[in-house]
């Protein structure tokens, strides 16, 4: 008894590696850094989750036998939740939280209950206007954790800005005090992480500043003032 479904599970783990292997198969020609770890078994009867990371992160559902690819908002409607965006929210989260933390610029609560990744633009109205919000976001248990993207296309000199205040001995205050004063501290030229922060920022889909992301990474573009972002945090908990 014990052989037979000993021998039943190797089979099944079998062809489901198969069908894994068939899968990057198809998929090679679109996604040329498919792996297997990108794939996995779905709530959806008959299909494979794919997480794509490369340009941006996208998820879809394939059939086991390869051929047929579902794309877009997949809901399950006894649980009125968004499967897709369960597991984008994880794969955002897993990025953010492997970012090293010496390379952003954080703004701590005192009492610290939430926490945020803000991914900010020095020459940013609404970025700046969020920052000048910082000192009621702390009082409310808001930690803000600055990243850097600078957007070329609608202010050209905001990443070698935002190099020198990376580079600054005290990159808090270089940057409060060019949101604030628009004093741009003197520093040397150093290894800095804006160029890579970019990078990431694309690959999670910002397109504008500020963007901010919640602690399970929800996403919400814009400017919110802090009692409205208090809210969304406390919403998204609940859900």
Known sequence: MIKSLLFLFLLYVNSAYANIEEIIDRLLPYFPSISAEQINESQLDGF??????????????????????????????VSMSNLSAIRI??????????????????????????????FTDVDCPYCAKLHNNMAEMNALGITVKYLASP????????QSAMEKIWCADNRNLALHDYKTKRILPVS??????????????????????????LDDGTNIPGYKDPEELLQNIKQTLAQ
């Not at 957007?151 to 905001?158: R, S, T, V, Y």
């Open 188 to 213: 040397e030229d150093c290894e800095n992480p804006v160029a890579q922060q970019l990078a990431i920022s694309k690959q999670l889909g910002v397109n504008g500043t500020p963007s901010i992301f």
């Open 48 to 77: 494979y989750e794919v997480t794509i990371t490369e340009p941006w992160i996208e998820v879809m559902y394939i059939s086991s036998d390869a051929r047929y690819v579902l794309q877009g908002t997949v809901t399950d409607l």
């Open 89 to 118: 929210n994880a794969t955002r989260k897993q990025i953010l939280d492997n970012i090293d933390e010496n390379t952003k610029i954080v703004f701590k609560a005192v009492n610290e209950e939430y926490i945020v990744h803000v």
């Open 151 to 158: 957007l070329e296309q609608l202010h050209p000199q905001a």
